[in-house]
């Protein structure tokens, strides 16, 4: 694999009229990273998006894709998008909209042919090849726009928000879709609020405010890390409950049950056998993640929307 960053910016801003919607956003994503671009509304996250495809000029700072500058011609031919708010040729049936963005894609014909029926079928609409797209629903529409997003075999897909039109089993579809896609070394950029969907397909999430990285998490980390533990367990004293504080913050529910917020799940062992050495029966113990919906409103403050 390449050694140069699928999206590397500095400082990159972007100003309209009065208001900075972009501050200055400064990030690193690996070929082959599959990366979550959270923020609450407004946070500048399409905007950001837009700038690195070139669909608006920055302010000021700099970017490159896949080693190139912005703007590069033969570097826009390896990078898919699905927009958010997509306006497709809606007079064209799935087939021909497929293959006028193979033809935008500068693809020969053949491959364009092969792909477009590998993909119809990929996103479960090779029966309707030949329908028009304004017969489409939203979800098909979501689905034939993710087709055409991956169609050239991009090396980096911009995905904004691919899952809001579709139920739970085109969500599925999605999902799978961005592990095969990470398993052939493709970066995805995803932005999406459904932070249940970034956690069980992202590797690393940024999180920003007002166009400004404000916390990089890694899924892995998140995995192993911070916990509440819930214990259940007959003889619980207050003084255990107390001893119970060098691992964290222990709150004491009832008689039986207290919570704890450990740094690392890592002291479960050492948790489990203070307890016992101290003659309490242990029912349960039992870790519950930080999620990362918990994270981002730790982060980005209660008051912010999702
Ligand atoms: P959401 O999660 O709601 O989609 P977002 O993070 O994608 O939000 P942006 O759409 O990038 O946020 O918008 C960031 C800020 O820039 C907002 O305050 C928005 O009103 C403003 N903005 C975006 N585009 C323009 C524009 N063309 N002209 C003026 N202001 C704009």
Redesign the pocket.
Same mark, same amino acid.
């Given at each position: 694999m390449p050694s140069y960053p699928a999206i590397e910016t500095d400082r990159l801003r972007?100003v309209? +009229?009065e208001?900075a919607?972009?501050k200055g956003l400064t990030l690193q994503v690996q070929q082959g990273e599959v990366f979550g671009f959270l923020?609450?509304?407004?946070? +500048?996250?399409?905007?950001?998006?837009?700038m690195l495809l070139s669909l608006?000029e920055p302010t000021a700072g700099t970017a490159r894709l896949l080693g190139a500058p912005l703007g590069d011609r033969s570097v826009r031919a390896r990078i898919g998008f699905l927009p958010?708010h997509f306006r497709f040729q809606e007079w064209l049936t799935a087939g021909e909209f497929l293959e006028l963005h193979g033809q935008l894609y500068g693809m020969k014909p053949a491959r364009i042919k092969e792909q477009s029926a590998a993909l119809l079928e990929r996103v479960g609409l090779d029966e309707f090849r030949d329908k028009q797209l304004r017969t489409f629903s939203k979800g098909m529409l979501q689905r034939i726009g993710l087709a055409q997003a991956l169609l050239s075999q991009p090396a980096l897909v911009f995905l904004?928000?691919p899952t809001s039109g579709l139920d739970p089993v085109g969500r599925r579809l999605v999902r799978d879709i961005i592990h095969e896609l990470r398993r052939e070394g493709t970066c995805v950029f995803l932005?999406s609020?459904l932070l249940s969907e970034i956690e069980v397909t992202c590797d690393r999430v940024a999180i920003?405010r007002s166009?400004e990285v404000i916390r990089l998490i890694e899924m892995a980390a998140l995995d192993s890390g911070r916990a509440t533990v819930r214990i259940r367990g007959r003889g619980i004293t207050p003084e255990i409950c107390s001893g119970l504080e060098n691992w964290g913050q222990a709150i004491r529910a009832d008689g039986e049950l207290v919570s704890l917020n450990v740094q690392s799940e890592e002291s479960l062992p050492e948790i489990t056998r203070f307890l016992v050495e101290r003659g309490v029966q242990v029912y349960q113990i039992t870790p519950e993640r930080l999620s990362l919906e918990e994270l981002f409103i730790e982060t980005v403050g209660k008051d912010a929307g999702l």
């Open positions: 972007k309209f +009229g208001r919607a972009v923020g609450p509304n407004g946070a +500048g996250k399409t905007t950001s998006i837009k608006i958010e904004d928000e932005n609020h920003i166009g």
